[in-house]
């Protein structure tokens, strides 16, 4: 098999993603799924590896799951038809489609999935990725406002990608002018989302117009379960023929619609919103071991011995209360930039200007040693220092609100400024800070992941307390035009004599 545009793709490094954000306001993300079908002598012997141990195994060199070569053709085909485009340029994938205003630019590494799509049609911006996720092939696209019809024709054309087992009866909807037949992915185990929708067929399978139309907005944007009205009779979902539940479970609600209630703008604003977060991390999933190799290898180490290195933490109760507390301070710095950096009002979460890396999440245990709370001579008196962690975090807050950005609308005024004193404070004799943070550009940029782009990670901030021997570090990446923010690592370094 020929892997298409092998020869012409650009690499995953050179995909623009300052330029990207700059104008791109998602609205909506869509994932489909389907089984990769392998050689039957390939599979055989991935059978065959499951009953043995990959490092006692001559039949591979290295994890077959992970450079699995994936001919996206079938797909680019469906596009070019749909869309009128020449296949041999989509194929070469620099740009050109047969069609002014409209381009076509992939992105890929060394043949092996995935592949990312740069996809602009006029004002329509759509973000693909293409690849696999253990032994399922993933197309994943997150699109702006300008590309909702797109979104919505892709959710058609692309249905086939379902596997038949997995799929209720073809349905027709109503996609511009013309009446189309789609197949709805109808999974009861399915992950990609958090969001679940479960609506009842009757038992002659064919839906109302209000339930089509909802399909037609919630198909491939949540874990959508399609029930026969046989399958639910004398169960506890209470449903019937056309009707539909929705649970959102990012905000711990449950929505009922009658048959012939269709579902409101609003729920839907914020379906597909929470569907940009599903996509986007699903993206990152599928590109990470391409992007870097060697530290996805280590990742997958690491996760197989998960468990022992837990059992370890456990004998060290500050550790243990150390990575709960940096747990929650991630939720606290997501929450913070999210609530500071959005123009929606009906669902804050739409486009994650901030994300964590999991090596930042999950560091090595002795990094969070000596974290806590320690005493400090200030002033003469033996104080309790502040909590370095805290520290990391809150200068993580301001310095995201300081940097100088963009200016926008008409200059604010220069607001006056009231100082003042307290009557019988002395001045401090001892002037040093408690503590200080540093930025600065690291020795050997690298690349990470946000929100399915890659980004190259090349600053890193480190903080420290007065009389603390390391200071507490990490790096990232931040876009002063867009507003985004991405934290990788976290380490201890030698403090900062300057």
Request: charged share 25%; aromatic share 6%.
């Amino acid at each position: 098999m020929q892997y298409p545009a092998s020869n012409t793709m650009y690499s995953l490094q050179a995909f623009p993603t300052e330029k990207v954000l700059k104008d791109f306001i998602p609205y909506r993300g869509i994932i489909f799924s389907s089984e990769i079908e392998l050689p039957h002598a390939e599979m055989k012997a991935l059978h065959e590896l499951e009953f043995t141990s990959l490092d006692s195994s001559s039949l591979f060199n290295q994890n077959p799951v992970e450079s699995i070569l994936i001919d996206i053709e079938p797909v680019l085909e469906l596009i070019a038809q749909e869309w009128n485009y020449v296949l041999d340029l989509l194929k070469e994938g620099k740009g050109e489609t047969g069609i002014n205003d409209h381009s076509w630019t992939m992105y890929s590494n060394n043949k092996i999935s995935p592949v990312i799509v740069r996809w602009n049609m006029g004002k329509a911006r759509i973000h693909l990725v293409m690849g696999n996720d253990h032994m399922q092939f993933k197309c994943i696209a997150i699109g702006n406002i300008e590309a909702k019809d797109v979104l919505e024709r892709l959710t058609v054309i692309l249905g086939s990608l379902h596997d038949e087992s997995g799929c209720a009866d073809e349905i027709e909807v109503a996609i511009g002018d013309t009446i189309q037949k789609i197949k709805l992915g109808s999974f009861t185990d399915m992950s990609d989302f958090k969001t679940e929708c479960i609506l009842v067929m009757p038992n002659d399978s064919k839906l109302n117009d209000v339930r089509r139309k909802d399909c037609v907005q919630l198909a491939n944007s949540c874990n959508l379960v399609i029930l026969k009205e046989s399958e639910v009779i004398g169960t506890q979902i209470g449903l019937r023929a056309n009707e539909m539940l929705i649970n959102i479970r990012d905000i711990s609600r449950s929505f009922n619609y009658p048959a012939d209630i269709n579902c409101s703008w609003e729920i839907y604003k914020i379906i597909h919103g929470l569907s940009i977060l599903d996509a986007g991390r699903e993206m990152n999933r599928i590109i990470f071991r391409a992007l870097d190799p060697e530290k996805a290898k280590r990742f997958n180490t690491q996760k197989q011995r998960h468990k022992h290195d837990r059992i370890a933490e456990n004998d060290d109760p500050e550790i243990m209360e150390r990575k709960k507390f940096l747990s929650e301070s991630c939720m606290n710095i997501i929450k913070f930039i999210e609530s500071h950096n959005t123009s929606n009002q009906v669902h804050p979460k739409r486009w994650r200007k901030i994300t964590i890396g999991g090596d930042f999440r999950n560091p090595k245990p002795g990094i969070l040693k000596g974290t806590s709370p320690a005493k400090i001579m200030l002033h003469g008196d033996v104080m309790t220092g502040p909590d370095l962690i805290e520290l990391l975090v809150d200068t993580v807050m301001n310095l995201r609100s300081n940097l100088p950005g963009p200016k926008e609308g008409k200059p604010k005024e220069k607001k006056l400024k009231i100082k003042g004193r307290i009557e019988g404070v002395k001045q401090a004799e001892d002037t040093s800070k408690v503590f200080d943070y540093k930025i600065e550009t690291i020795s050997k940029p690298y690349f990470s992941l946000h929100m399915g782009m890659p980004v190259r990670v090349e600053q890193s901030l480190s903080i420290w307390r007065k009389d603390d021997s390391q200071a507490l570090a990490c790096d990232l990446w931040f876009d002063l035009d867009s507003g985004h923010l991405h934290l990788e690592n976290l380490y201890r370094i030698k403090t900062p004599t300057t």
